[in-house]
Each structure stands twice: as C-alpha cells, then as structure tokens.
C-alpha cells in the first residue's frame, strides 16, 4: 500500500520508480520463499508416516530402546521384512485373483450402463441412474447382516468367490457414473451416424463407443482396482485369514495387543506396493477417477 | 406404441442385469435389513418374533451407543475441518503455476493410494500413549517422543485414550490420507475459474480479498459442497482405519456406530447389528439424498 501511494504522488522520478520496483521484487522473492517454505514444510508433515515405516521395518532388538524411535536403525535388520513376506505372500496371491477379474467385469458393465444412459436414454433413465447412484453412497453396514445370508444361500464360498461377487455389484455405481460421464463427451452425431447406418444399439456401441473408450476404461480399471485392493470391510464379513485379502492377513499380523512393528511396517509397505506402483505410473488417470467421484465430474 | 417399444426395449434390456443385481443388493437389501432389525433375533439362533421399534428404542437409551454418535459427530466435524483447511491451503498455495507443482501434488495426494489398514499400522505406533518407564525417567515413543525431542513437550497426549476426545485423534490419520483428495477437488475448481473473470474483478479495483470473497469463493462452493458430502459419508462409514489403530474392537473410547456394528455382528446379535445399519443408513440418506436431487436438477438445467 505504502508503496502505491509514493509510486502515485512520484510519478516523475524514475529514481523513486526504480526503488519501488526493486522493493516490488523482493516481496515477490520474499512471498516464493515463504509459499516453498511451507510447500516443503507440508511434504515433511505428509512423508513423516512413510519415513517411519521405512526406517522401523528394518530395526532389530539393537534398536528397541524408544530412545532411538525416530532415528536410522543401527543395525540393518531384515528379519521384519522376511516375516512380513512369509507372512502375506499367500494372501497376496489371492488378493491379485480376486483385484483383477472384478475390476474388468464391474467396468464392462459400467461402460454398457454409461452408454445406455447417456445415449440411449428411455423414459425414466435419470431416475434410474440416480437409483443406482444411490447404490455407491449406502453404508454398507445398512445391507450387512442379510447380506451375509444372501451369499450363503446363494451358495458362493466364503472368502475370494464371495468377495469378487460383491466388489463386482457394489463397484456398477462408480463405475456407471464415470462411463456416463465419459460417454457425455461423445458427440451425439456419432451415434446418429451409425443409427441411420442402421445399426444397432449394440452394434454402435462395438464401433463407435468402444474405439473411444480407453481412457474411461484406465480410469475405472484403476479405481476398481485400488478399492478393490485397499477394501477391509467386506474383506473381514466374508473371509478369514485363511481365505482372504491382503488387508486381512496385514491386519492379523499387525493386530494384537503385543505388535512385532519391524514385521508389520514391512508388512504395511508390501501391502501397499501394487497401489502404489498404479498412483505412481498411472497419476493423471488414478485423479480422473477421484474427480468423477464427486458426480459432477 | 410399438415403435416406442422397439427404440427403448434394447436399452432396458441391456441395463436389465445392473437393475436387477442394484435392485437386489442395495434396495431388496436395505429392506430385508430393516425387517431383521424389527425382530429379536439376538443370538445366532433364528428367531423372527417381531418387536416394533423396541431395538431401536434400546440402542438409542444405551449410554454406548449415545456415546458412539457423539464420538461420530465430533470424528466428522474434525475430519471435514481438517481436510478442508489443509486441502484449501495447499489447492489456493498451488493454484498459481509454480516450479515442482506436479511434485507437490502428487506427494500431497499419495496418502489416497494406500489403504487404511496399510497406514493403520504406522499410525498406530504414531498415536502411541504407552510410556515405558525406564532408567532415567519415563519414555514415550511414537508423536509422543518427537513432540519431546523438538521441544513440543506440552504438546504430548494421549492421542485415542480418551473417552471424550480420543475420537479426534482417529481423525488426524483420517486427515492426513484425505486432504490430498480435497486439494485435488479445490484444484479443479479453481481451474474451472475463466481468467477474464479475474481480470475483470482487478480491473474494477478490486482488492485481493474482495476478489476472493465475491469472486472466487461463490465460484468454488459446489467443489466445496462435493468435498462435504464425500468426507462427511466416508466419516460416517469410517471403520477400516479405527479397527487398524485400535486393537480391540470394543474400545469405548473410539466407539463409533461402524465399530459397534462389528461388535453385535461379531457376538451373533443380528437385529441389534441390523438396527444400527439402519441408523447409519438414514445419517448418510440424509446427506446424500439432497445432494443427489440437487445435482440430477443442476444437470437439468
């Protein structure tokens, strides 16, 4: 403000101009420090947790005094990571058996959803994807107890069968959205094109919707994948730690009242490794998911 | 009529699989639980005596389970708080292009992409209360001992050891792996801002503050609202991350109605378990049914 006011009052001196100018430029210095400063102060705050996995996963009894908490260890210990691994390797096989087949089923029939509703649309197709939206917010504790009934009586075994069955029905809502969504993007033109070619509603969609699809296909994929991944609530009603995910046999070797930490930090960043390597490498398509997420894209 | 029939018969045919699968595994669902919520099913043995309201009735008189929906309301209002502030801070230092942006965010975001039982584990020894007493006095460990050694001593607490506000502590995980996520929200926002408007609004004299307080900010609330009604449903349904902190499921200190739903599922009360679903069911229906009339008719327009 001061400076404005001495700028107007001055305009005629270049001298003072030139001073104002340098002052201009050191705020401005002043003001990128303070905003990396707090950028970095933010990025410690945000790793901390990963730092102390990291260094904890490789301690040993030379490093239990709490003394040491937060330091490197002193001995490079690899017992924890070899428990971990003994530990959740069986697991983590079933979890890829489990993460992929549903990811690809639930985002097929999302795709065929979006289309329909965002092309083919009838009377009362916004009632009825709102309806299925509906489906992507219920705590699902709300269908829990008969759930658990209706899967036995539909004679699907417990653990990695009856888990694809529900990530499969419980991701058509996300998985609708975002094709729906995507498909908005298409123009109708297309479509019309290829109806008055006299092709059909599913014949459309192999030749013109599916061609543009990849990318609404990544997204999803990615999504379905790490939910399906990160998923302990379904995990713990309809698996144990014979049968199930990763999250279980993590949370059974972290669980407890007396906690082996080198093994479940270890434990921890294996299991987080797959997601990881998607976030990493596939970024800009994990955000695309997170934004549909919020229904208007 | 039949022409009709013929242009949209295919389309409810090939949503007919979808219709039927969300019809029965959310909607027939929903009902079939609030029907073994009304009887007295409270062991595993099958019972379909019907009881009205009375397990409603009772959980709602039960101090536990009161102090579980007063442990929910203070979870949410500080992992919304939380995650807005810091999700708003970081979206409005990054929204001007700056060097290393893309490296910032993807660091601020990363915490999204691992699950909760995964950052349960470290969080857990971060928000541990144990001390060990030792030679030369008592040692902590975790937050605790970091706060000690830069010199934040007073800051030292029980983090979820607390029967009233230990909830909170469960927040800050809560927070530390969702700001990212409403960064990202505010991010969009403020990229869905035309530039002219700015301009325009800096031309007219307008002082930083005004600009964000009438331009800006009424541009970004449906980011904000979308922000609400994510972390608001995801708090309600919160459960992976406090079963990962908590060893025993029963804690009363952290007790929230996901967690006592597990504790009747576990102990074969099935109607009390039920009837708490329902109760979580109407918190989040009262959230999300207004927001997704609100968006259907925004589409509309």
Known sequence: MATATVNNKNRARSAQDMASDAKRTTKRRINRTLKYALLIFFVIMVLLPAYVLFITSFKGTADADPSRAWYLPQVWETGGWVKAWTTLAPSLGRTVMLVVPSA????????????????????????????????????????????TQLVSDLGVPQGIPSL?????????????????NYYASVPDELIEAARMDGAGILRTYGS????????????????????????????????????????????????????????????????????????ILLGKYFVGGLMSGSVKG | MLKRAKTW???????????????VFVYWLIIENFRVSLTNQHTAKPSNKYVGFENYTNLLADPNFQHSLWNLLILTVVFLGGTLIFGFLWAWILEQPAKGEGFF??????????????????????????????????????????????????LQNDWWSNPTWGIAAIAVPAIWQLSGYVMALFLAGFRGIPDELREAARIDGCTEWKLYRHV???????????????????????????????????TYDVQVPATMMWVKYIGSDYADAAAIGTILLVLVALVVIPYLWYTSRMEKR
């Open chain 1, 104 to 147: 690809i089923i639930s985002s097929f029939l999302g795709s065929i959803n979006g289309y329909v509703l965002s092309k083919w649309k009838f009377p009362g197709a916004n009632i009825i994807f709102t309806l299925i939206l509906f489906g992507m917010f219920i705590p699902y504790q709300a269908v829990m107890i008969p759930l």
């Open chain 1, 164 to 180: 694809m069955l529900l990530h499969i029905v419980y991701g058509i809502p996300i998985c609708t959205l975002i094709f729906r």
């Open chain 1, 208 to 279: 013109v919707i599916l061609p543009v699809s990849a990318p609404g296909f990544v997204v999803v994929l990615i999504w379905q994948f790490t939910s399906a991944w990160n998923d302990y609530l379904f995990a713990a009603f309809f698996s144990s730690g014979r049968n199930g995910p990763v999250t279980i046999a993590l949370s059974f070797l972290a669980g407890g009242q007396l906690t082996d930490y080198a093994a479940s930090m270890a434990g921890a960043l294996i299991a987080s490794v797959p997601t990881l390597i998607v976030y």
């Open chain 2, 9 to 23: 018969g295919p389309s409810v045919l090939l949503l007919a699989p979808t219709i039927i699968l969300v019809g």
């Open chain 2, 105 to 154: 965010r993807s660091v601020y975001l990363f915490p999204m992409s691992v699950s909760f039982i995964a950052s349960g584990v470290v969080w857990r020894w971060l928000l541990s209360s144990l001390q060990t007493s030792q030679p030369g006095g008592e040692r902590t460990t975790g937050l605790n001992r970091l706060l000690d050694s830069v010199g934040l001593g007073a």
């Open chain 2, 216 to 250: 800006i900010f009424p541009q970004l609330s449906p980011v904000m609202l979308s922000a609400v009604i994510i972390i608001g449903h995801m708090s309600l349904k919160l459960f992976d991350l406090i079963r990962a902190i908590v060893p025993d499921a029963n």
